[in-house]
């Protein structure tokens, strides 16, 4: 059995993502990295990021970004697929440049793949996540944000990345542009796997996180409305009130350890003031489902979208 690793990622260190650290968390089980490095800005230094963690296991594919030809995200699905197309493996495992897994889940991911390797009905696994907020000691419980998500895939040829790469689905006949498309679509067949995602895409800086925004912005909706839209907002993101999130008492992956002595940002932050932006998980509506669900349904999500079967 062999496994594939791969991402894709553009102006990873300008907009202070973890990609050393997401990279070379799943080193350890898989015998193949591929990397989709969309050309950045003149001031990035992704490169030399990917390059300092020095294996041999890395192979880099250098693209360059349509933003015309995949509007609306698709590009972000394009460039997965531009990676995952390249991978040799078995089972290929997906991580985004915010995603980071811990080292204490690496043996029993390896194994689940072992034990579902040829039963083929399993199309992928699913993973729980932990959405990190703001710092490294408040995470998300929320109906507003996935639970669960497909990290790991089988490498066939029907399988893409789909709308902006935050998922996959078996695609019969892909014409390579449409990765929206709904129609004539399936939903992949997938197995649980007892492993966290650590997503670390909202730990940011505060004008890193506006910035980071900024460029999504860009590439879902266009340059134009980009600055329209953020030129009514302020250059540092609010990250709303902290202390109404959960505590993480756990340990963080041992990757993130030397990236975590770098928060210098807490000052920024709020903890308890009573002035404060209202993230769309504090809205009252994701409140109160979310309290339906932690505390009457043993935290079992209702009402809310899955773009998977659960075997």
């Not at 594939?4 to 898989?30: D, E, H, W």
């Not at 690496?106 to 703001?134: A, M, N, T, V």
């Not at 309290?291 to 009402?303: K, M």
């Given at each position: 059995?062999?496994?594939?690793?791969?991402?894709?990622?553009?102006?990873?260190?300008?907009?202070?993502?973890?990609?050393?650290?997401?990279?070379?968390?799943?080193?350890?089980?898989?015998?193949?990295?591929?990397?989709?490095?969309?050309?950045?800005?003149?001031?990035?230094?992704?490169?030399?990021?990917?390059?300092?963690?020095?294996?041999?296991?890395?192979?880099?594919?250098?693209?360059?970004?349509?933003?015309?030809?995949?509007?609306?995200?698709m590009e972000h699905a394009h460039q997965t697929d531009i990676a995952?197309?390249?991978?040799?493996?078995?089972?290929?495992?997906?991580?985004?440049?915010?995603?980071?897994?811990?080292?204490?889940?690496?043996?029993?991911?390896?194994?689940?793949?072992?034990?579902?390797?040829?039963?083929?009905?399993?199309?992928?696994?699913?993973?729980?996540?932990?959405?990190?907020?703001?710092?490294?000691?408040?995470?998300?419980?929320?109906?507003?944000?996935?639970?669960?998500?497909?990290?790991?895939?089988?490498?066939?040829?029907?399988?893409?990345?789909?709308?902006?790469?935050?998922?996959?689905?078996?695609?019969?006949?892909?014409?390579?542009?449409?990765?929206?498309?709904?129609?004539?679509?399936?939903?992949?067949?997938?197995?649980?796997?007892?492993a966290y995602i650590y997503h670390y895409g909202w730990v940011r800086?505060?004008?890193?996180?506006?910035?980071?925004?900024?460029?999504?912005?860009?590439?879902?909706?266009?340059?134009?409305?980009?600055?329209?839209?953020?030129?009514?907002?302020?250059?540092?993101?609010?990250?709303?009130?902290?202390?109404?999130?959960?505590?993480?008492?756990?340990?963080?992956?041992?990757?993130?350890?030397?990236?975590?002595?770098?928060?210098?940002?807490a000052d920024q932050l709020n903890y308890g003031r009573k002035l404060?932006?209202?993230?769309?998980?504090?809205?009252?509506?994701?409140?109160?489902?979310?309290?339906?669900?932690?505390?009457?349904?043993?935290?079992?999500?209702?009402?809310?979208?899955?773009?998977?079967?659960?075997?």
């Amino acid at each position: 059995m062999t496994i594939s690793g791969f991402t894709m990622v553009r102006n990873g260190a300008k907009y202070y993502y973890p990609i050393k650290q997401a990279i070379s968390s799943i080193l350890p089980i898989v015998d193949e990295f591929v990397v989709a490095l969309g050309a950045g800005d003149p001031d990035d230094r992704t490169l030399e990021e990917i390059e300092s963690i020095g294996s041999d296991k890395i192979r880099i594919i250098h693209t360059v970004w349509d933003l015309e030809k995949y509007p609306r995200g698709m590009e972000h699905a394009h460039q997965t697929d531009i990676a995952k197309a390249a991978c040799k493996g078995d089972w290929l495992f997906y991580v985004q440049s915010d995603e980071v897994v811990h080292e204490g889940d690496l043996p029993g991911i390896r194994q689940r793949c072992e034990e579902l390797l040829h039963d083929k009905s399993i199309e992928g696994l699913l993973f729980k996540y932990r959405h990190f907020w703001g710092d490294y000691d408040h995470y998300i419980t929320s109906h507003a944000w996935y639970a669960n998500e497909i990290r790991i895939i089988r490498n066939h040829p029907d399988i893409h990345s789909w709308e902006s790469a935050q998922s996959f689905r078996r695609i019969p006949d892909f014409d390579g542009i449409q990765y929206r498309k709904k129609e004539g679509t399936y939903k992949l067949k997938v197995a649980r796997v007892d492993a966290y995602i650590y997503h670390y895409g909202w730990v940011r800086p505060p004008h890193y996180m506006q910035n980071k925004r900024k460029a999504m912005e860009v590439i879902h909706q266009g340059q134009q409305q980009a600055d329209a839209r953020f030129s009514l907002e302020k250059p540092k993101f609010d990250y709303g009130d902290l202390s109404l999130l959960t505590v993480f008492k756990d340990t963080h992956p041992a990757v993130m350890w030397e990236r975590m002595r770098l928060f210098n940002w807490a000052d920024q932050l709020n903890y308890g003031r009573k002035l404060a932006n209202r993230p769309k998980h504090e809205r009252m509506k994701y409140r109160i489902l979310t309290f339906i669900e932690q505390h009457l349904l043993g935290g079992r999500q209702i009402f809310s979208f899955r773009n998977y079967r659960l075997k």
